[in-house]
């Protein structure tokens, strides 16, 4: 069953960059509604287990270090569809191959540093955000 509900992360080059307000502005007037929101700084720990299913990806080590490199910005997002309709509004992976008006084209500097996580599925939107809030932090 569809939760309506995805996890996002504002990523340490977005913060760096100076995005954030921006990035929030864009996932606001697209009709998502903030329903738990912090900013936060991943642990090595921690990174190795949010993205532990690319583990044996090449690109592993430099996907933790970056992602630990600075804060992020975690947050949950209610929307009618929200797990589609948030990959539709980052973009793809590589911002050279985003489509216009995505948060990754406008903003992502690379397919590595590319600004905004969002949820692939309803089931880890559910675990993702369960990662980073205890149910008293979620609305
Ligand atoms: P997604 O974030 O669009 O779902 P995934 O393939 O799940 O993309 O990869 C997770 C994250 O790992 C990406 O958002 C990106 O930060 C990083 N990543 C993916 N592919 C590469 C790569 O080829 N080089 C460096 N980093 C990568
Ligand atoms: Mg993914």
Redo the contacts with the bound molecule.
Sequence with gaps: MATNRTFTML?PDAIENGYTGKILDMIIAAGFEIKAMKLTRLTTEQAQEF?A??SE???YG??VE??TSGPIIAAILEKENAVADF?TL?G???PAEAAEGTIRKYYAE?????AC??S?SDENAEIEGKFHFSANEIM
């Design positions: 990523k993205y299913v690319h990806r090449p690109f430099e996907l970056y992602m990959r980052i793809a992976t590589d690379s397919k590595g540093r590319n996580h969002g692939d």
